[in-house]
């Protein structure tokens, strides 16, 4: 595994102990891997406080903030895929750039973002 990011949707599934994301967690966190969750995602999955799962799971993680370049990129994507979902985009993006797999609960919106960009995303679908 290459490296790995995580969409809202894997954060989500996180909080209600969905085990499919916690396995593929664990067997990242063993292979030396720390996921990445960019700061948007863990602002559109972050809906109160406490949140214990979540937590333990983003213990295990790098958030990574967004800049200029990752807006406008994925601005271009939205334009591109006929979407406004800038968090989705940045998503994209953000993986392209990591050349990083995706754990989400979104992959056909995802797989139609990064094909207008003329990309290809690896998927764990959850």
Do not use: F, K
């Not at 969750?37 to 983003?58: D, G, K, Y």
């Not at 990752?70 to 968090?87: M, N, Y």
């Not at 940045?90 to 979104?106: F, G, M, R, W």
């Not at 995802?110 to 679908?125: E, I, K, R, V, Y």
């Amino acid at each position: 595994m290459p490296g790995l990011l995580y969409d809202t949707g894997a954060l989500v599934a996180a909080e209600r102990r969905h085990p499919m994301i916690w396995r593929l967690h664990d067997r990242a966190n063993a292979a030396g891997i720390v996921p990445v969750v960019p700061v948007v995602v863990l602002a559109q999955a972050w809906r109160a406080a406490p949140q214990h799962n979540l937590s333990r799971l983003l213990r295990g993680c790098r958030i990574l903030p967004d800049d200029e370049i990752a807006g406008r990129a994925a601005g271009r994507a939205c334009a591109a895929a006929g979407t406004s979902d800038v968090v989705d985009a940045l998503v994209v993006v953000t993986a392209t750039q990591l050349a990083a797999p995706v754990a989400t609960s979104d992959p056909d919106d995802l797989a139609h973002l990064a094909a207008s960009l003329g990309a290809t995303l690896a998927l764990h679908p959850l």
